[in-house]
């Protein structure tokens, strides 16, 4: 019956929009839905209503600043279960869950930092071969399909191969908007973008791992492959901004701006004495342990060599206040956080091998939210040496902005149920929707365990 669940979409996005300016007033369950074309259910948009409650939930969690990952990254209490509402002996929950590679039989109940992949451009992309099933080919597809020329790689495809297809279609030649728009790039499937997680529970089902006996396809392991989406994204951007939120300062632009960030007069006076010499800074970790001499004015005069006075001890104020981006009002796209990245992960970037990424997941594991707040805990606790922290600090961040849930709202009685994926950005202060779809149709994400207790409660 295609055409009676196209209806029940397009209803149920009718219903969200009508709702959704209504819902920031705490109105929630107080609505009825009153469009003539709308075939949904009650129970239904009771459970839609329910869902988008517990995205509502977790972007106000995030709309006072800053949260440390202990409280959204797995938290039971904060996001399973939520009771919502209740109406007509009905209790209304919602949970919010995602892939836990630690554990494929459980989800965890949280959200997921989108800094903690790789964006998916046209450099990185090229990090991910041999990985999530990339092959050579796949990664030359993906590449024209995101660079802006039209020259086709050695195994790519370009804008005559989409024109070739029936219907045809661009490349987009630029950064992609969804993970989803992966599906249309030559070579692409679903295996290859969301890997055996069919459902996208972030659980390994029965059928996710019987091979071909039922769909999908996959390896018979006990392995959960969340495909190139569990480690690559389109969402991840940050502003080039200090912790308090005010524009870092260009290293190699106005000198007096240098003067007022209050850095050791050492410092300052080495950066002057650098940049007099015609020379410039390629990334403010370059000032880590560095030291110079200026050149003599005659051949009898021996000049000191001088130092930038930046080591441990000092290296994360360096790193908050300047920066080498001339423009900063664009924001820095495809950083990776150091504290949130998997291993899996950290090990694919640039200058890290499987021993540096693992020693890193070691070290964060106990160190505090304050400790974290900058990237220079790898060298405060001795994970890397100066040389190798800047070879890597350049695509590293210990911030995110952007996080994507999977939240499921339900009737724990009647099992009526809603899910929907969403990405949320808090770059700009306020929490800021950037993608959001409505994944009820692959069916109940998570059983429907609500302590009986409160049902009992209810009567
Ligand atoms: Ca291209
Ligand atoms: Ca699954
Ligand atoms: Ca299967």
Same mark, same amino acid.
């Given at each position: 019956m295609p055409l009676r669940r196209h209806g029940t979409i397009i209803s149920a996005v009718l219903i969200v929009c009508a709702i959704a300016a209504m819902l920031a007033a705490g109105v929630?369950?107080?609505? @009825?839905?009153?469009? #003539?074309?709308v075939t949904a259910s009650r129970s239904g948009s009771h459970a839609y209503l329910a869902a988008w409650s517990g995205l509502n939930e977790a972007m106000a969690m995030f709309n006072s600043g800053d949260v440390p990952v202990a409280e959204w990254y797995d938290n039971p209490q904060l996001?399973?279960? @939520?009771?919502v509402a209740v109406e007509d002996g009905e209790a209304w929950c919602f949970t919010i869950y995602a892939h836990n590679p630690l554990d494929n039989s459980q989800p965890r109940f949280g959200l997921t930092d989108e800094a903690s992949k790789i964006l998916l451009d046209d450099e990185s992309a090229?990090? !991910?071969?041999?990985?999530?099933?990339?092959t050579d080919e796949l990664v030359d597809c993906l590449v024209d399909y995101l660079d802006e020329d039209d020259e086709t790689s050695a195994v790519g495809a370009e804008r005559d191969y989409y024109a070739s297809l029936e219907p045809p279609y661009l490349p987009r030649?630029?950064? /992609?908007?969804?993970?989803?728009?992966? !599906?249309?790039?030559?070579?692409? +499937?679903g295996r290859i973008v969301f890997g055996e997680d069919f459902n996208l529970n972030g659980v390994l089902d029965s059928n996710e791992f019987d091979g071909d006996d +039922?769909?999908?396809?996959?390896?018979?392991?006990?392995? /959960?492959?969340?495909?190139?989406a569990g480690i690559a994204t389109v969402n991840a951007w940050e502003y080039d901004v200090d912790s308090q939120g005010r524009p870092r300062v260009n290293i190699?632009?106005?000198?007096?701006?240098?003067?007022?960030?209050?850095?050791p007069q050492e410092t300052v006076d080495f950066i002057l004495a650098y940049r007099q010499a015609g020379k410039t800074f390629s990334?403010? $970790?370059? /000032?880590?342990?560095m030291t110079y001499r200026p050149e003599s004015p005659s051949q009898n005069l021996e000049i000191e060599e001088i130092s930038s006075g930046v080591d441990e001890s000092n290296l994360a104020q360096v790193l908050d206040v300047l920066?080498? @981006?001339? $423009?900063?009002r664009q924001p820095i796209r495809g950083l990776v956080n150091i504290n949130t990245a998997p291993q899996r992960v950290l090990r !694919?970037?640039?200058?890290?091998d499987d021993d540096l990424a693992g020693r890193i997941v070691d070290a964060r594991r106990d160190l505090s939210s304050d400790k974290k707040s900058s990237i220079a805990w790898l060298v405060e606790e001795n994970v890397v040496d100066f040389e190798k922290f800047k070879e890597i600090a350049?695509? !590293?961040?210990?911030? #995110?902005?952007q996080f994507r849930l999977r939240c499921v709202g339900f009737?724990?009685?009647?099992? $009526?149920f809603c899910a929907i994926e969403a990405v949320f950005d808090v770059s700009q202060g306020r929490p800021r929707l950037v993608y959001m779809r409505d994944i $009820? @149709? &692959?069916? &109940?994400?998570?059983?429907?365990?609500?302590?009986q207790e409160m049902l009992g409660a209810m009567r």
């Open positions: 929630l369950f107080a609505i @009825r839905a009153q469009t #003539s074309s996001f399973q279960n @939520r009771l090229k990090l !991910l071969i041999g990985e999530a099933n990339m030649n630029g950064p /992609l908007e969804t993970v989803e728009e992966l !599906l249309l790039i030559k070579g692409f +499937s +039922s769909f999908p396809p996959d390896d018979r392991n006990d392995v /959960l492959d969340t495909g190139l190699n632009g106005d000198v007096a701006e240098l003067e007022n960030l209050g850095l990334h403010p $970790s370059q /000032l880590l342990g920066t080498v @981006r001339t $423009s900063g !694919l970037l640039k200058g890290f350049p695509v !590293l961040t210990a911030r #995110s902005f009737g724990a009685k009647t099992g $009526s $009820s @149709r &692959l069916g &109940l994400p998570v059983a429907i365990d609500v302590d």
